[in-house]
């Protein structure tokens, strides 16, 4: 049984980070692509970054680039997002969701996270 399990999420204060874990199970995480995507209150999904299976290749939206890192342990089977100079804006539910392939491809994604609850404010 695939499971994505994320962690990390808190309160944090404007200009502040966080890094958020996903850790995964029930599949070969080394041979998929994976991809953070967040939801705001009372907004529609927003995909957020993705990484291609061996980690090498990585693309962000617009909204976060420079601010935000995606990453992989293969060996720890776990997918990482390093945040920084967190904004009230990028306050939002989390997830991290897998691909059936090895390159990402928003809006093909097979399984999700159950999410994670990121809050920036003072």
């Known amino acids: 049984e695939v499971q994505l399990v994320e962690s990390g999420g808190g309160l944090v204060q404007p200009g502040g980070s966080l890094r958020l874990s996903c850790a995964a199970s029930?599949?070969?995480?080394?041979?998929?692509?994976m991809s953070w995507i967040r939801q705001a209150p009372g907004k529609g999904l927003e995909w957020v970054s993705g990484?291609?299976?061996?980690?090498?290749?990585?693309s962000y939206a617009d909204s976060v680039k420079g601010r935000f890192t995606i990453s992989r342990d293969n060996a720890k089977n776990t997918l990482y997002l390093q945040m920084n100079s967190l904004k009230p804006e990028d306050t939002a539910v989390y997830y991290c969701?897998?691909?059936?392939?090895?390159?990402?491809?928003?809006?093909?994604?097979?399984?999700w996270g159950q999410g994670t609850q990121v809050t920036v404010s003072s």
């Open positions: 029930g599949f070969t995480f080394s041979s998929y692509a």
């Open positions: 990484i291609n299976s061996g980690g090498g290749s990585t």
């Open positions: 969701a897998k691909y059936p392939r090895s390159i990402p491809q928003y809006g093909r994604e097979d399984y």
